[in-house]
């Protein structure tokens, strides 16, 4: 039996799973809304793999990947969400995760994904890391060398980690759209990548995020 946890806060989606799986090799038997939840019953249960939503209150589920793989490394997370963001999926390899599934996907894709990963291997695609390949790839400034950001640059840099489009970056400092863009600019020149992408790879890899 392959134990999964599923961490989403919509009820609706933590039953569909439940469903989905049911009659298979694969029992949900432990769920979590909240990604303090998720945390906590990873140290605590025994589950095989999780199942995790990038959208959680109290935080969200790349920073919530992140403190599962700080307290039990070893234990295979797979992304799971509605958004197809290429920023999402950088942030889910670079912190370690073993796939990214979208909702849209089928119920045989998810099996799979789910057998796979509980196997011992991972359930990414080759086109989702072709997409990530250059945001992956070294910058010209290394994580460990400091760069010279401003405040509200940091504060831009650390919304646009998040996946936050520039509109909505504007909306949550409260600045304008072109404010954010000029910010957005500027942080990559300084930090010397190419695209947000790139940028929210290397602030996770600063541990800005």
């Known amino acids: 039996m392959i134990k999964l946890m599923v961490v989403d806060d919509h009820e609706v989606v933590r039953c569909g799973l439940r ?12 769920e979590a809304t909240t990604g303090a939840e998720a945390v906590r019953l990873a140290q605590t249960t025994d589950c095989d793999l999780v199942l995790l939503d990038i959208r959680l209150p109290e935080g969200d589920g790349l920073d919530t990947l992140y403190r599962i793989k700080q307290e039990r490394p070893t234990l295979p997370v797979v992304m799971f969400s ?4 290429p920023t999402y999926v950088a942030r889910a390899v670079a912190l370690g995760a073993q796939g990214y599934l ?50 509200r640059e940091s504060e831009v840099l650390c919304q646009l980690a998040l996946g936050l489009t520039n509109k909505e970056i504007a909306a949550a400092l409260h600045i304008s759209y072109e404010t954010v863009k000029e910010h957005v600019q500027h942080i990559l020149r300084k930090v010397g990548v190419s695209d947000r992408t790139q940028a929210a790879v290397w602030a996770v890899r600063k541990g800005l995020v």
């Not at 469903?19 to 432990?30: N, P, Y």
Request: hydrophobic letters at 35%.
């Open 19 to 30: 469903r989905l799986v049911d009659g298979t090799e694969v029992e949900v038997t432990c």
């Open 102 to 151: 979208l909702k849209t996907r089928s119920r045989e894709d998810l099996l799979d994904a789910i057998r796979k990963v509980a196997s011992g291997k991972d359930a990414w695609t080759r086109d989702e890391l072709r997409r990530v390949t250059g945001a992956l790839a070294t910058p010209r400034l290394s994580a460990d060398i400091e760069v010279p950001l401003t405040q």
């Open 82 to 85: 509605t958004f197809d963001n």
